[in-house]
């Protein structure tokens, strides 16, 4: 796959190609929704990928590290926010409780994400927690260049107008409180403004482990 290095330059023709061809060649953005990311990846977490260096040495330290990681199993939640109106999304394994005075959440997105800086923006986001039958929605909302919420029903949370998605078995409505950088990824703590439970009591939860999905259930 190539990497940035091999990419010609925007404005520029490609050695080869006829001048007159330039006006009818696709913008790069476009190129890359079509070949996916140009670098390699490695995913720590569903749906958030960090470009790691392509030597052997890096390659294979990467995914030592995600396999040992791997072995610690979480569950699955999607990040959303509104954005320009409309409805933006995030498949995250990284969110923790972090403060009970004031009541505050983390997650971490890598800085690769496309989806965080819209939430940034926004300065809110709803955090859903996945059920079991909704491996189909942790995987959607994981998928780059595609439309996240078709065929997903939502309606907006109390506090911030954020995404609820139905079915999920509890929300936490958040404004951001504070954000640190830390090395490939950022630590997002938000403050609690909202939160709640469905009556999907008998609903076991999604969960991650050794890269898969896995559940409660037996």
């Given at each position: 796959?190539?990497?940035?290095?091999?990419?010609?330059?925007?404005?520029?023709?490609?050695?080869?190609?006829?001048?007159?061809?330039?006006?009818?060649?696709?913008?790069?953005?476009?190129?890359?929704?079509?070949?996916?990311?140009?670098?390699?990846?490695?995913?720590?977490?569903?749906?958030?990928?960090?470009?790691?260096?392509d030597e052997p040495e890096a390659?294979?330290?990467?995914?030592?590290?995600?396999?040992?990681?791997?072995?610690?199993?979480?569950?699955?939640?999607?990040?959303?926010?509104?954005?320009?109106?409309?409805?933006?999304?995030?498949?995250?394994?990284?969110?923790?409780?972090?403060?009970?005075?004031?009541?505050?959440?983390?997650?971490?997105?890598?800085?690769s994400s496309r989806a965080w800086?819209?939430?940034?923006?926004?300065?809110?986001?709803?955090?859903?927690?996945?059920?079991?039958?909704?491996?189909?929605?942790?995987?959607?909302?994981?998928?780059?260049?595609?439309?996240?919420?078709a065929g997903i029903d939502w309606?907006?949370?109390?506090?911030?107008?954020?995404?609820?998605?139905?079915?999920?078995?509890?929300?936490?409505?958040?404004?951001?409180?504070?954000?640190?950088?830390?090395?490939?990824?950022?630590?997002?703590?938000?403050?609690?403004?909202?939160?709640?439970?469905?009556?999907?009591?008998?609903?076991?939860?999604?969960?991650?482990?050794?890269?898969?999905?896995?559940?409660?259930?037996?």
């Amino acid at each position: 796959m190539p990497t940035e290095s091999h990419r010609v330059p925007e404005g520029e023709i490609p050695e080869g190609m006829s001048p007159d061809a330039r006006e009818n060649w696709p913008h790069p953005a476009l190129i890359d929704s079509w070949l996916g990311d140009a670098e390699i990846d490695f995913e720590f977490r569903p749906g958030e990928d960090v470009a790691v260096q392509d030597e052997p040495e890096a390659r294979a330290a990467a995914r030592r590290f995600r396999d040992v990681l791997g072995t610690f199993a979480s569950g699955i939640t999607v990040v959303t926010t509104i954005s320009g109106g409309e409805p933006i999304g995030m498949t995250c394994q990284s969110f923790s409780s972090v403060s009970l005075d004031p009541p505050l959440v983390l997650f971490v997105p890598a800085k690769s994400s496309r989806a965080w800086p819209l939430i940034q923006r926004t300065g809110r986001f709803c955090v859903n927690v996945l059920a079991a039958d909704q491996e189909h929605v942790s995987a959607q909302m994981a998928t780059k260049g595609a439309d996240k919420f078709a065929g997903i029903d939502w309606h907006p949370a109390e506090a911030t107008g954020s995404p609820v998605v139905d079915g999920s078995l509890a929300h936490l409505d958040c404004t951001i409180h504070t954000v640190h950088e830390s090395g490939d990824h950022y630590v997002v703590i938000g403050r609690v403004e909202h939160l709640e439970t469905t009556e999907r009591g008998d609903v076991s939860p999604l969960l991650y482990f050794r890269g898969r999905y896995h559940t409660t259930d037996s």
